[in-house]
């Protein structure tokens, strides 16, 4: 069964870091690039960042780049995300997704280019 689990949301104060993880199981996670979306209360769902296959490509939101960074261990079934010098503004619901295409070079940041989701974890940035 096919399953992306996140994991490392919580409360955390601005200024803060946290590290996300997305555990992957039910299909060979090197084949696939991941990416990591947001979703706030009352707003659409945005691309995060998102890494290839190989971990040889990655591209990051605006509002994220220097703050952010996301790394895979294939070995291990996971992808990362490092996120430092957190805002209130990056509050949101965080959810790792499956690329749909297998075997692509790069990535992308457009949720229409994802098949598969996790169940979200929740970011708080808050004093």
């Known amino acids: 069964q096919l399953q992306l689990v996140e994991s490392g949301g919580g409360l955390v104060q601005p200024g803060g870091s946290l590290r996300l993880s997305c555990a992957a199981s039910g299909f060979t996670l090197d084949y696939y690039g991941i990416g990591w979306f947001r979703q706030a209360p009352g707003k659409e769902r945005e691309g995060v960042s998102c890494?290839?296959?190989?971990?040889?490509?990655?591209n990051y939101a605006d509002s994220v780049k220097g703050r952010f960074t996301i790394s895979r261990d294939n070995a291990k079934n996971t992808v990362y995300l490092q996120m430092n010098s957190l805002k209130p503004e990056d509050t949101a619901v965080y959810y790792c997704?499956?690329?749909?295409?297998?075997?692509?070079?790069?990535?992308?940041?457009?949720?229409?280019?994802?098949?598969?989701w996790g169940q979200g974890t929740q970011v708080t940035v808050s004093s």
């Open positions: 997704a499956r690329q749909t295409r297998s075997w692509v070079v790069g990535c992308s940041t457009s949720p229409r280019n994802y098949d598969y």
């Open positions: 890494i290839s296959r190989s971990g040889g490509s990655t």
